[in-house]
């Protein structure tokens, strides 16, 4: 059986902003390490996957910084989506290109922008997923064990069917369930059967399209006119246009919320989905003082702030909890409370009319 994968890097990363803009948003970005995110992404796949089977869907914009980011990966692997239309129109059009050249084939899905730091353990938990995945019409999902009781992220709730494989639990999914508040994520830190969702998923390209047809009939329908021009020489233009007409929803909530054989494997493999500027306190090394640092930077009495220059020194005395970022031309200061919110900040300036800024 073959594996495929496919990487979604078509997002602007905002809550990253100012560091990651518009025309560089964060899965391009050196955030940890020497690499960029989606750098990573593909080292971490190519211990399980050659590089011509892993595909990448973007943005027009971006393809050219894949190009030049991953000089080595085939250009009909770059699958352009005309228009951002959420996970499951994304999903839809990869596995019906990969189809196409690897029939039947696994398929991996996962984001361009994560952290994983044990990629042993990554990638014996995807060889299991994928075990799973070629059983039946399964659908696998990786769930992210909760440390702390999160709010920013949805969850996997799992049964009490739980199967062994390879030495991994295998557990039935029960339910999916939005992101919660505080009171909630810590009943579900103690319930201990709640997973962080990963966004992770493994499943055969022929399940996920029949599963596409029958719980989504008109994206299917697109689809399949879509498929009808492949041998054509008008291809990129009926995908285009057809893609226009996609529903603007994800995933989750297109199958993985409405079907009955979806199966989580429970993960602790030092992830993280680097989702704003706070998981740098999660993912480098702090300082005598909680602070992570960057650049040139001075700093008397300040505790656990994040700080970053590009090269102008920042100096600081007597603040704490601070997220402070400076770029050629943006500063951002902010509360690590208000992390979450600097997207804020960009719809502010788009009202203002300084999207230069973006």
């Known amino acids: 059986m073959t594996i495929t994968a496919v990487i979604m890097a078509g997002g602007k990363g905002e809550r990253f902003w100012p560091k990651s803009r518009t025309n560089l948003p964060k899965q391009f970005l050196n955030i940890s390490g020497n690499k960029s995110m989606i750098q990573q992404t593909i080292a971490r796949l190519e211990k399980l996957i050659d590089i011509s089977r892993i595909f990448i869907v973007t943005n027009e914009l971006y393809a050219e910084l894949i190009r030049a980011q991953l000089p080595l990966l085939p250009l009909e692997n770059i699958i352009i989506e005309p228009i951002g239309r959420n996970t499951a129109p994304c999903v839809g059009l990869a596995s019906l290109i990969i189809e196409e050249k690897y029939p039947d084939s696994t398929m991996v899905v996962l984001p361009s922008d994560h952290i994983i730091q044990n990629e042993e353990g990554f990638i014996k938990i995807l060889q299991t997923a994928v075990e799973v995945a070629q059983d039946n019409s399964n659908l696998v999902t ?15 709730e799992s049964t009490n069917q739980v199967s062994a494989i390879n030495g991994l639990e295998v557990h039935k999914v029960s339910k999916f369930v939005e992101k919660p508040d505080q009171d909630t994520a810590q009943s579900y830190l103690e319930a201990g059967n709640f997973f962080w969702n990963s966004g992770i998923f493994v499943w055969k390209t022929s399940v996920i399209r029949n599963y596409i047809h029958e719980l989504m009939p008109e994206m299917h329908d697109l689809l399949q006119t879509m498929r009808a ?130």
């Open 229 to 358: 021009a492949f041998q054509t020489s008008g291809r990129n233009e009926v995908i285009r246009a057809e893609f226009h007409k996609m529903p603007d929803q994800s995933i989750d909530y297109g199958i993985m919320e409405k079907v009955s054989n979806i199966y989580v494997i429970p993960c602790i493999f030092g992830w993280d989905d680097v989702g704003s500027w706070t998981a740098l306190d999660r993912i480098n090394e702090r300082d005598e003082h909680g602070n992570v640092i960057k650049g040139n930077i001075l700093n008397l009495d300040t505790k656990r702030c994040i700080i970053e220059s590009d090269g102008k020194l920042i100096a600081t005395l007597g603040v704490k909890d601070l997220i402070i970022v400076d770029t050629e031309d943006v500063t951002l200061i902010c509360t690590k409370e208000k992390a979450q919110e600097v997207k804020l900040l960009l719809k502010e300036l788009r009202m203002q009319k300084l999207d230069h800024y973006l």
């Open 142 to 156: 990786l769930g992210i064990k909760p440390t702390y009781p999160e709010t920013g992220y949805g969850y996997i």
